[in-house]
């Protein structure tokens, strides 16, 4: 689950973030994390989040509308 800035600290939205986009080490056919954040890490995409600056909803708004 995601859970808001406000209701969670830094180091649980690094760890749902490093959780939610695991490398699944090779496998990726089946996988798509790189296609989908074109070869910049989801840590770096959700730092906002992570830092508490932006909720990941309003992140991932931003991201689809960029595509």
Known sequence: MIKSI????QEE????????FQC?????????????FKGTSPQAVYKEYI???KEFAEITQEMNRKK
Do not use: M, T
């Open 13 to 20: 939205r690094q760890k749902l973030i490093d959780a939610l």
């Open 24 to 36: 699944q080490n090779g496998n990726c056919d089946s996988c798509g994390i790189c296609q989908v």
């Open 51 to 53: 830092e508490g600056k």
């Open 6 to 9: 406000h209701d969670s600290s």
